[in-house]
Structures are given as structure tokens and as C-alpha cells.
């Protein structure tokens, strides 16, 4: 018999009745249709997602299972994890990508530009110089270099 320690299933349970289906970042618990929502990886805690409107290519997400949009609520060990995975992430990153910079942030509210709110999650971005030219600036129209199908699928195999 094989027995496995699912400390996540404690989250997930908990958070029972109040996850709603319409928030991308409550994934449950079934991986099978992690390659079409873009999740790269599955911790303990959080978990790590593409986004799908990147505003660079490897633009990813760290977010917890729970749904909640109390980050100054969460634990240390769940902190702790998000960080680790967005160091794994920016390691990938540098191998896939090069890039020159990165930023890492979180929206938390809407009147600080938090597109979901309910679920908090913290953004990784790769950065090149030049990235942010006048195409972005001025007409929010973001080039991107790559299919997001293509940066999963090479992501995935080096994260
Ligand atoms: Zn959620």
C-alpha cells in the first residue's frame, strides 16, 4: 500500500464551498487539464501558472490553492514556498530566455491594478532592455516573440 502525505488537501478541504469555479486560480485538485490552463507546476502550498495575457514571453504566476485575497493572512511556510517557486521559475527563465532583468509583484486591491483580486498571486516577468517600447506604452498592444503553447511546453521541461 502506498501512502502518500497531502498536507494541500487540508487547504483544499478547508476551502470547500468557497472556491468559485469562475476564478482561474482555484485549479482543484484534478492535474489532467494542467497543460490547457498553463500550469507548469504543482507544490504544496502554490502552485505555478503562464499567464495568459503575458506581457513578456515566460511571464508566469505563483498562486496558492487556497482562495483568498488576504495575503498578509497567509503563513510563513506558504510565503515560503511561493518564494522558492519563483526562484525556480526565474532559474528556467534564465536558462530558456537570457533575460537582463525580472519583476516580481503582487496587485493587491483594485485600485492597485489587481486584475483578480480574490485570489492573490504574485507575477514574475521577465525583462529585456527595450521590452517596454513605445507598442506598450501607448496602445497596450504587447509583442510577443512566442506562442504561449511553445514557451509552456519549453518552460515545463526545464522548470
Ligand atoms: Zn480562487
Redesign the pocket.
Known sequence: MEFVWSPWRYDYIASAGK??SS?V??IGEDPSNDPDRLVVYRGVHNFVILNLFPYTSGHFMVAPFV?TAEFDQARSDQIAEMMELAQRGIRALKTLYKPEGFNLGMNLGHCAGAGIR??FHLHVVPRWIGDASFMGITGETRVLPEVLAVTYRRFLEVF
Do not use: D, G, L
Open positions: 472556491t468559485p476564478c486560480f482555484c482562495h480574490e485570489h
